[in-house]
């Protein structure tokens, strides 16, 4: 399969490109630094915080799919996965590319955002401890990080493409052990920690699950 990896030196997006090479795929890696990437792949320079449409569209054309590891690393960053991906959903739609995959939070969905001004006040794959303590935590703590990603999800939605966000809760950089849970639509009951490779294992599954499309999947150990 043709695929077009965003953000490719990334934390997950790293193991998106390592993993697709060992699958067998053919892969163009988009990343601010392509100097960086040392698997034997088509790069292409992508500043995402401020996208040039021209090179993203080049870089996806002819692409079976897009899957996106794009999030902002730092508070200054935020806003970075809104325009990347709004741009990333722009460039696709030139090119007729339909595939679209990326990663998001698991304490997205119940968090305002333009598109979804009242979310559920839970997440029903969440128990006690993230209700009442874990998430409402994490909204303040990364109250910005997640705005940007909440802006994101509703742009992926809006964008009339075979969409599948992924959801992970923290991540972690442990070894893929290909051994998580996932559930649609919802976070993974006691799910507290995913590896960053693990969620990049389960994005190129969805590869091959067209059951996925248009649907959240919650990933977690």
């Known amino acids: 399969m043709r695929l077009t990896i965003v953000a490719a030196t990334g934390g997950i997006g790293r193991q998106l490109l390592l993993q697709a090479v ?15 990437i040392t698997a034997p792949v088509r790069t292409a320079y992508a500043d995402l915080a401020h996208p040039d449409l021209p090179a993203l569209t080049e870089a996806i054309k002819g692409s079976d799919a897009v899957l996106s590891g794009l999030g902002a690393r730092t508070t200054s960053e935020a806003g970075v996965a809104t325009r990347g991906t709004a741009a990333l959903i722009e460039a696709a739609r ?3 590319v339909r595939r679209l995959i990326v990663v998001s939070a698991a304490p997205i969905g119940t968090l305002p955002s333009p598109a979804r001004p009242h979310p559920p006040r839970h997440d029903p794959g969440d128990g006690f401890f993230m209700r009442h303590l874990g998430v409402p935590f994490t909204h303040r703590m990364f109250r910005e990080h997640y ?4 802006e994101m999800e509703d742009a992926v939605r809006a964008s009339g493409l075979d969409w599948t966000i992924s959801r992970p809760p923290r991540l972690t950089d442990k070894p893929l052990s290909g051994r998580y849970r996932t559930a649609v639509d919802r976070n993974v009951r006691g799910g507290l920690t995913a590896s960053r490779a693990d969620v990049a294992h389960q994005m190129l599954a969805c590869l091959e699950q067209p059951e996925t499309i248009g649907h959240t999947i919650g990933v977690a150990k």
């Open 22 to 36: 060992d699958a067998g795929h053919d892969v163009t890696a988009v990343a601010r630094s392509p100097e960086k």
């Open 147 to 150: 705005a940007d990603l909440a």
């Open 94 to 96: 030139r090119v007729g």
